[in-house]
């Protein structure tokens, strides 16, 4: 029966079209089999999608959009004034932009290999064409502790969050199970055109809650945590003086606000039309670079040192508590996206080929919920572990989100064009060369010195006085 219906859902070069020629971000019109149902796509990862059970090709461009920019903007975009600090403003806004065309590019490749080889899901899939069994294998492990990591420090995020708006009423550790327990009923929506919602709900949140708190620092006469009494004035620094330590784990930082690339592959593998994916691409990595360096400055102009992390408690208790009552929608489903990636993919990799992907099944739904189910445990613990927000957020950006946004993405332009432009080179295939092979060892790098650096801070902050321990009672929204 396969061989009788179209691939119609199998990426290409070209675009869909509607009637009048334009550009058209419409499902294709349903098939028949020779059976006689209605087939809706045969796509090259799922296979059959029927009206019988879930559609996973059915988020439009605009969605995308709102999928993409809650991957990069939202955890990342509250550690960016305290990278400025470490850095200094010019250093840290050329750190910013430097990383934001490192992962532009990256995001770009991601769309041109989907193109050329449509049967891949994720990134261990693109890995397992160029490394074989074992480099997939070695990164679909890294691409699941990466995305459940990430879903433990939305969790992370989120507890901060319910400490600041009570006044933390209970145990950090308490907000950490709450946090857990939502992150695991929104995240077992089985497709993400269905979370679009949740999407654009945390985007619109944490935007209007940086602003405020962009708004509230700058009228205010003092950042909360300077000192109350005495004249004071903002002690920002054009240039900062770090450590090593200190500078590598900012960079990781800033690549972790950066590090949404692996959930690029299956954000354009439920698109309507992958035609559409740059269009979606350039004006995510657009609006998030420039809300970094905008927020990022303003918020450290005005504090200085004394800027918080996560940067939504440096204007004061009052706006600490209306901005993560705002925002807290968003935390959370920062968390819940690379939660449902890291179920989702799982997911797939269990029933990829047989009938029970696209079907409500008994096995259907008892493979996915056990996913879901699975991925939030092992993120709970991690949350529970280091419950300390710009720790573990360095830790991540440094340990993967180098390896999961840097080499295979530099060695994916490699493998499509090697050779092709081996036998008749140009300037442009030579200068694409030299660029793969800088961010591959570029990355590599970053990786090994900023997860050092991160594991240095990490200790370094459980030995100091207030430091958060694991399953802490602690009060983490005062965390620096």
Not at 105 to 124: L, M, N, Q
Not at 175 to 203: E, K, N, Q, Y
Not at 380 to 400: E, K, T, W
Not at 454 to 472: E, Q, R
Request: aromatic content about 12%; overall charge positive.
């Amino acid at each position: 029966m396969k061989a009788a219906l179209k691939s119609s859902s199998k990426l290409s070069p070209t675009r869909l079209e509607d009637g009048d020629g334009k550009d058209s971000d419409m499902p294709p019109k349903p098939e028949q089999s020779d059976l006689g149902e209605a087939v809706e796509i045969e796509d090259a990862v799922f296979g059959q999608i029927t009206r019988e059970g879930p559609n996973y090709r059915n988020v439009g461009w605009v969605g995308t959009v709102a999928l993409m920019v809650k991957q990069q903007f939202g955890l990342g975009v509250l550690g960016i004034p305290d990278v400025l600090n470490t850095l200094g403003m010019i250093p840290g806004v050329i750190c910013i932009l430097c990383i934001a065309c490192i992962t532009t590019w990256s995001c770009y490749t991601v769309g041109a290999f989907k193109r050329r080889h449509p049967e891949v899901y994720g990134i261990d899939d693109a890995v397992g064409k160029m490394l074989g069994r074992i480099g997939k294998e070695a990164f679909a492990v890294s691409l699941c502790i990466y995305w459940t990591f990430c879903a433990g420090s939305g969790m992370v995020s989120t507890a901060t969050g319910l400490n600041a708006i009570s006044s933390h009423a209970t145990c950090t550790a308490v907000f950490v199970v709450v946090a857990a327990i939502a992150a695991f009923l929104i995240s077992s929506i089985r497709t993400l055109s269905r979370m679009t919602w949740a999407a654009w709900a945390g985007v619109i949140t944490v935007c209007i809650a940086v602003i405020m708190v962009t708004i509230a620092v700058g009228i205010q006469e003092r950042p909360s945590a300077a000192p109350q009494t005495g004249p004071w004035k903002s002690d920002w620094k054009l240039v900062g003086n770090p450590s090593f330590t200190e500078a590598v784990s900012a960079i990781a930082t800033t690549i972790f606000s950066f590090s949404g690339v692996p959930g690029f592959f299956p954000i354009v593998a439920e698109m309507r039309n992958p035609a559409f994916y740059n269009r979606a691409l350039f004006t995510c990595q657009a609006f998030v670079t420039s809300m970094y360096i905008a927020v990022g400055c303003v918020v450290y102009y005005y504090c200085g040192s004394y800027v918080a992390s996560p940067a939504l408690g440096s204007a004061g208790k009052l706006i600490k508590k209306v901005a993560y009552g705002i925002a807290l929608p968003g935390l959370l489903v920062s968390g819940v996206i690379v939660y449902h990636f890291a179920s989702k993919y799982i997911f797939v990799r269990a029933l990829r080929g047989s009938k029970h992907l696209t079907s409500n099944t008994f096995t259907h739904w008892a493979v996915w919920l056990g996913s879901t189910f699975g991925v939030g445990v092992v993120a709970y613990i991690i949350a529970s572990g280091i419950p300390v927000f710009g720790a573990l957020v360095s830790l991540i950006g440094a340990l993967f989100g180098t390896l999961m946004s840097f080499q295979p993405l530099g060695c994916m332009w490699l493998y499509d064009n090697w050779s092709r432009g081996k036998t008749r080179p140009t300037p442009r295939w030579y200068m694409m060369v030299a660029w793969s092979v800088f961010v591959i060892v570029s990355g590599t790098f970053l990786m090994v010195a900023g997860t050092y650096g991160s594991i240095v801070g990490i200790i370094d902050l459980n030995k100091a006085n207030g430091g958060s321990a694991a399953w802490s009672c602690a009060d983490n929204s005062n965390s620096s």
